[in-house]
């Protein structure tokens, strides 16, 4: 009989209650052999997505990387994706500033709550701006958390991708108005759809790169001088339209963290292939060249007692 059998895979679910009645979808994955003492990983996905995004059905995806490696994996949604669950009145009514200021906040606390090891977040694309936005408001925060790792996150304004970003954005927040919410299921721009509040702010920001929430009483873009948490911040060098490595090193360069790093992501640093926005996560190559980058990081950033 082999005494190098694989550690079982073991997953279950919670929820994590937060402004409004809703309930955040989390999945915590780990291994039997994982120690109570392990890195532990709060995944969070970007706009139109949710957990499946890191952590698939069947027990793939990105984070099933972390997992096979020693980390436990807290897999989330935001609310009104996913398996979050809804109030009574169902209705799209939040925008970017609730992410900001509730769904982050309560799944990093509730995850420190459950998890006794060294705790970092992983979030792509929005939600990555949204978690600095959130750290940088909440100092409390940071004090959970021994780093923060963004991909595909970039500063959101017009300095690249031409007219079909400004027609993109400003079409999806016209459709997002007429219908109280952006269509991206039928759109075919990802499996959930996002309210009217959140792709009004987008179109907002883009014109002088701004960050502030929807009354503009409150200027993000500030905040993110206040984030002192270790960073990494990796875009693909391919990604142009959504985070481009030049709105990236912008973001980067205005955290208050004194250690940060910001990898473009593509053959001039040793990879195959020019990633990205999203093969710079999910998918083969991404696994065998850019999770190993990441998980090293955070080995150094919180080393193993």
């Known amino acids: 009989m082999s005494t190098n059998a694989k550690p079982e895979f073991a997953s279950q679910e ?61 897999v989330a949604s935001l609310r009104g994706h996913g398996k979050s669950r809804w109030p009574a009145k169902r209705a799209y009514d939040w925008s970017f500033d609730t992410y900001v ?32 936005a959130a750290l940088g408001m909440d100092l409390s925060l940071q004090a959970s958390l021994s780093g923060v790792c963004t991909l595909s996150s970039a500063v959101n304004d017009y300095s690249d991708g031409g007219l079909k970003k400004r027609f993109q ?21 990802g499996p959930w759809d996002e309210p009217a509040g959140v792709m009004r702010q987008f179109t907002d920001w883009a014109p002088t790169g701004a960050f502030r929430s929807a009354d503009g009483a409150t200027d993000y ?36 963290s004194a250690r940060k790093e910001l990898a473009v992501l593509g053959r001039a640093q040793g990879l195959s292939w020019e990633a990205g926005h999203f093969d710079v996560v999910r998918g083969e190559r991404a696994r065998a060249e850019v999770l190993p980058r990441v998980l090293a990081w955070m080995r150094q950033t919180a080393p193993a007692h």
Do not use: N
Request: glycine fraction near 12%; charge should be positive; include cysteine.
């Open 14 to 74: 919670l929820w994590v209650p937060t402004s409004q009645e809703h309930a955040l979808h989390v999945v915590e994955a780990r291994t039997s052999a994982t120690p109570p003492s392990a890195p532990g990983i709060l995944f969070v996905p970007g706009l139109f997505s949710d957990g499946r995004f890191f952590l698939g059905g069947q027990g793939d995806g990105p984070a099933r990387y972390f997992v096979d490696e020693g980390c436990v994996a807290y």
């Open 101 to 132: 200021r509730h769904d982050l906040p309560d799944l990093v606390r509730a995850v420190r709550a459950r998890h006794t090891g060294p705790l970092f977040l992983l979030a792509h694309s929005m939600a990555g701006y949204a978690a600095l």
């Open 169 to 189: 954005l400003g079409f999806s927040s016209a459709v997002a108005g007429v219908l109280g919410r952006f269509p991206a299921k039928a759109l075919k721009q």
């Open 221 to 256: 873009w500030s905040a993110l001088g206040q984030v002192t948490l270790p960073v990494f911040a990796g875009v693909g060098a391919a990604d142009v339209f959504h985070a481009s490595p030049s709105r990236a090193q912008k973001l980067v360069a205005h955290l208050g």
